[in-house]
């Protein structure tokens, strides 16, 4: 498994923005099928975003649609998720995932991940 590390999470008012980044020590993540998770108190693990390894395969929660945006830099090792638009329902802590997947699309279901970091707190309030 890798060593999965989430950092960008924070306190933002509703209509903010912030940026979720998420590396792993050692590996080159450009085979990897990165996920985006979140969950809040009370509430079961949804899927927020993934990016696949080689396809050019993108997916996004409806909820999200439109505001949040993921990207990846090989050249930094790390994979992003630009939350725009913040909701107080955003509110949650925030995983990435990752599995060795080069050739397929990624999921939103969070069977196929293997590695899974510690998560980042998100909350928005005013």
Same mark, same amino acid.
């Given at each position: 498994?890798?060593?999965?590390?989430?950092?960008?999470?924070?306190?933002? *008012?509703?209509?903010?923005? %912030?940026? %979720?980044?998420?590396?792993?020590?050692?590996?080159?993540?450009? +085979?990897?099928?990165?996920?985006?998770?979140?969950?809040?108190?009370?509430?079961?693990?949804?899927?927020?975003?993934?990016?696949?390894?080689?396809?050019?395969?993108?997916?996004?929660?409806?909820?999200?649609?439109?505001?949040?945006?993921?990207?990846?830099? +090989?050249?930094? +090792?790390?994979?992003?998720? *630009?939350?725009?638009?913040?909701? #107080?329902?955003?509110?949650?802590?925030?995983?990435?995932?990752?599995?060795?997947? #080069?050739?397929? +699309?990624?999921?939103?279901?969070?069977?196929?991940?293997?590695?899974?970091? *510690?998560?980042? *707190?998100?909350?928005?309030?005013?």
């Amino acid at each position: 498994q890798l060593r999965i590390v989430e950092s960008g999470g924070g306190l933002v *008012q509703p209509g903010g923005s %912030l940026r %979720l980044s998420c590396t792993a020590s050692y590996t080159r993540l450009d +085979n990897y099928a990165i996920g985006w998770f979140r969950q809040a108190p009370g509430k079961e693990r949804e899927g927020v975003s993934c990016i696949s390894g080689r396809t050019s395969y993108i997916g996004y929660a409806d909820a999200v649609k439109g505001r949040f945006s993921i990207s990846r830099d +090989n050249s930094e +090792n790390t994979v992003s998720l *630009q939350m725009n638009s913040l909701k #107080p329902e955003d509110t949650a802590v925030y995983h990435c995932a990752t599995v060795f997947d #080069p050739f397929s +699309n990624c999921r939103l279901d969070p069977g196929p991940y293997v590695s899974w970091g *510690q998560g980042t *707190q998100v909350t928005v309030s005013s």
